[in-house]
């Protein structure tokens, strides 16, 4: 196993000090065209501006001026979290302009850090929520008050913003946040961890932008305290904020999803940056029995509204499914720590199939509006949700434009903001290329090696994609690419050959010239997909997929009104008909009975039991990506058909 | 459709004041032997002083010392909700005290109600939770602060009280309670209702004990203010204390399933006694969607943990259940009216089902520990919960003792008590028997023609009810028996004939004389039921009822070590060995995958993919009744068993 030192590199979110794969930042890697692309005009037109307006419309940028003017906590509005929202518009605000200079976005930036900064006390504590007359005890409430999580977003901000250059006040201010905090919960302080994981892998990133050791020291005694009845217990059990088992032990991810992820992405740094690897294997570990069993098709991780949390192993109802968009973005944060840990495919994989199927459906077309939880089965057409006012979280609602609880629509804007640092990493031996869309690719080799490629694909419509060298080097490298594990056949070709390649890592090695093109062929043909026999929610249905997309049918493009009278054919072929995919199944008209369980061969005893199978025709279903639903108003959806 | 006028007849829950049906009391209908009986013994010997005990360990009792003691709220212990398990306590041992006179426990219920309306203040206000400097304003939150709720405990306590006899002050103490109910609330108060519906149920029966019309009209009030915004919104929605539709427009029941079912069973109690036939049919129609679309086979209702709530139609998930006890509870209570109102059998026939599957599965055979929630379907043997501890209630313990919120044990305690006026009523026509168990039936017809009945039986274990005339009578009168929808056949005889009898009533009229015998034979054979095929959860699954007992597949009594690995065989007979219900099956070993899904025409690429279907050598599946489950240490179960 190669190690590579890391670089100061800018526009990178995560950088180990040691690691496997060197990741690429906002400065090498630029996404020119196409999906992703398009995702990040919109967040950059719309979504910025829609957040930083609803912030202030529900008064949590206000709360900031309260604070200041001696408002609070009569003025206070929002929940205990309310300044993390803040914090991660900033944080998408300032890979925004690491991504692309922009004078007006830099004076907003300047703006609310300005009113953020006012409240910072002169020992560096800094919340709206806590310390004040009429307000509870700083860190009265670990459980539930948040302090600690709101710092992780505060500094994950100004790491943002030390990374890709601008005013400093902000990074000032992250660091007296982080003396702070380990003034107060240093080894000899309070032995206390916060409710909601998040400092972890915050304090770990700001000590490798500082170089300040005792932050990643810091950021490791919270791994470590994880698991040690180190919070009270509260209604959902211990394990919620992964208090139930050290890090080191447990052996699956369990308890609130975006709590175990964020904790699992803090304890991937520690273990990067001190060289621990029992840590990454216990993680590793975890990851993949989640992935083995805890994670719904789209990527989705929770299957309980109840704790937002995961269900036990194959609890994955498609109805009921939680699947957080924040869980989504914890997962990929764990998922690419592991790939620059290991190098290994499947990480990228798991990375690829949670943006395409829980980050890319969360915003709507136009990214003014969200879902917080990505359910795979939508039963009942969703309502309008209202415009101007914050929605409950899982609400049965189409999109809605914000939330009480509204932790998603950042979420989603930093990722997408930040979204080219995770396609591509180097190594000593070359370039590797993750994730597939129109890109520029500008970099060097630890030695020096300058790499330049440019990216050309229609991904995910087509699965050819060609990478194409635009400079010569004195030495040869390795290009490599991910073929991810749904592709069924690959194929890579250059300088004429071409050779099959398995899902996992397929590589050229060669001393590369100016004008040299790789073409990398996936098969994007629709696939049917059944599930493990333990994920009883889903016997008897199939799901079909194409390429990364996981697709769905919804009520608006079926001849008949609702989804649940779809039964599909399995045994006969998938069809690709103008940028659709058709199955063919049959209509099931369910009757209606006074109890819907009847006896097996008894049946239709007093109007009770039988209702009619499938009908004899035949007709189309169509399947759309499921990223796309519920843009064209209330539809019903459903991701598992039953089969006939 | 004859109405029959009430009587003043004692031991009766539920005595609408006018009614199809004339339900029998606790002086008029007895329980002999057998399956209720026992239960019925273990909650007179174990259950009262085991929640008596939790009460005063928790400090719930202590509460109303403290109050007189000054001592609130400083020493207030418990949720807001704690003074109405003690009054439904003192229910439980009212109607056992109309059961059975027992000297000590009308001592000890005596000692409580004193603790109790010490704490009345002169106005009638009673509360341990609000009004005091401290606390909370009296009703200043309507939402989540019970206090009606609380009163509609204690009233329904104090008409047990009155319907059995005794010391009267908790009579007088409830009165109190009613009159400045309807002195804040009245039509020209406060326009308000509670968060937690219960309080209508009991000021109807109130109204019937004390002739008080006003009580009546106080409970038509707020059942007619819901479903018009009267409450603040909350995050589960509004439907969640059905203030989203008025009670005549709703179709279904909805929201929180205990407070559905109160408010249903209050709704009928008004009905019944204005004479309402509108609000009647509309509270039968949403019973009736509510059978057919949102219950569980179990009887069990509600299949939401985050608001224990029902799901929309059809999401009937086994292994997220949460079917409370209380909502089982709520079901009963609904029903019997539903039946009183109509003479319909549908109505028993659920009271059956309920009884048997939820509320017989709440306590363990000890009758100190209970479910709160009742899963269909465990995937992971379930811990010991704590002896000393207050659980939470959907943990993933075994029974427990008592919960933080222990609603279920004394809700349980009072069922049992006051079951046997659930077995029978009369109407002008004669005796209806509803549910079967030994029993001995002394009342009269309307006209006062003397009517003596003892029934015979090994129900549920065997299938044949006898029930023997014991007096001979002038006029002939119809001796009707409920033929549950369960048993595929079923026969009566009487004087030498038999005859084949439909599911419904079956009725034998004649001018009895002592001696006379009416046999009906019932088919608990052992049978398998599939679900609709909109209950996704349950696709491709079957279950197994015998008789009015639905039987699951518990780990401990399998040649494999988890349920997860039974497949059933439909196909092959069930037996019936040693009181034991064996299917047959195939052991499936399910195999071990880095990801669950797979694609279905190209299986086992790389690792992925396949699993291996169910082994050929044939095994025996070993079904029991349900509610006996767990009560052999942590075990696996299941009721829906996948097919081959």
Known sequence: MTTTTSRSTGGRPVVPSSSVLRPL?????????????????????????????????????????????????????????????VYKLLEAMAWELGRRPDGELDARFDAIVRRVAAVQEPDGYLSTMFGRPGQGDRYSDLEWGHELYCYGHLIQAAVARARTGGDQLLVDVARRAADHVCAVFGPDGRQGICGHAEIEVALAELSRVTGERRYLDQAALFVE????????????????????????????????????????????????????????????????????????????QGSHHQDEAFGEDFVLPPDRAYAETCAGIGS????????????????????????????????????????YTNTLHQRVPGAVAPADVASVRASSSLRAPWFEVSCCPPNVARTFAS??????TVDEDGLQVHQYADAQIRTALPDGTPVEVDVHTDFPDSGVVVLRVLRDTGRDWSLRVRVPAWSASARLSTGGETWSVEPGTAEVRRTFLAGDEVRLELDVSPRVVTADDRIDAVRGCVAVER????????????????????????????????????????????????????????????????GSGPADELLDVVLTPYHDWANRGPSTMRIWLPTT
Not at 288 to 294: D, E
Not at 572 to 593: C, H, Y
């Open 332 to 371: 990929i944060m764990t998922s690419w720590r592991l790939l620059l840990a290991t190098g290994e495919a499947r990480y990228s994989d798991l990375v690829e199939r949670t943006l395409f199927n829980v980050v890319a459906t969360s915003p709507a077309h136009d990214g003014t509006s969200f879902y």
């Open 25 to 85: 930042g906002l400065d090498e890697v630029r996404i020119t065209g196409g999906f992703w692309a398009d995702r990040q005009e919109t967040n950059r037109v719309a979504t910025l501006a829609h957040i930083e307006h609803w912030l202030e419309k529900e008064g949590w940028l206000g709360n900031f001026d309260a604070a200041v003017e001696g408002r609070l906590p009569a003025a206070r509005r929002g929940r205990e979290f309310s300044d993390s929202e």
């Open 225 to 300: 305290r994880h698991g040690n009845g180190t919070l009270r217990d509260i209604e959902f059990g211990r394990s919620y904020f992964q208090d139930d088992q050290p890090v080191r032990e447990a052996t699956v991810f369990r308890g609130h999803a975006v709590r175990a992820n964020y904790l699992a992405a803090g304890a991937l740094d520690v273990a990067a940056d001190t060289g621990d690897r029992d840590l990454l294997r216990a993680v590793a570990t975890q990851w993949q029995n989640t992935v083995a069993r805890r994670t719904y098709l789209t990527g989705g």
């Open 419 to 424: 979204l080219a640092a995770y396609f591509a």
């Open 547 to 610: 390429g990364p997309e996981v697709l769905c049918a919804e009520s608006l493009d079926q001849t008949v009104d609702d989804v649940a009278e779809l039964v599909v054919d399995p045994s006969l072929p998938l069809r690709e008909e103008q940028g659709l995919v058709i199955a063919t199944g049959r209509r099931s008209a369910p009757t209606d009975r006074a109890w819907p369980y009847a006896e097996s061969p008894r049946t239709d005893r007093d109007g009770q039991g039988g």
